[in-house]
């Protein structure tokens, strides 16, 4: 894993990671997938709840946009890739 981690990022969530990702799995949903890239981390590194990422001890949040795209993935709509930054607190 990167250390030390950044402030912001900017997670690339491509269409694999929507197509591979997990509904309802904190490990495994498309931002977590984008994030484990991001900041070379493993599976047991990252998750990700309703409106924050954890990587490792570090705690990310996501705005308005972030939050929409993780809840409408958990709630099985359609999703579309893009980039969401996620700023550390």
């Known amino acids: 894993m990167t250390d030390p981690l950044p402030l912001v990022v900017d997670l690339v969530v491509t269409d694999r990671d929507i197509r591979e990702g997990r509904p309802n799995a904190p490990w495994s949903c498309p931002l977590a997938r984008a994030a484990k890239r991001a900041f070379n981390a493993s599976e ?42 996620v700023e550390r607190l």
């Open 44 to 85: 047991d590194d990252v998750s990700c709840g309703d409106a924050q990422l954890y990587v490792g001890d570090a705690e990310y949040r996501y705005g308005p946009e972030t939050r929409r795209f993780v809840a409408d993935f958990d709630e099985g709509m359609p999703v579309e890739p893009g980039t969401y930054r």
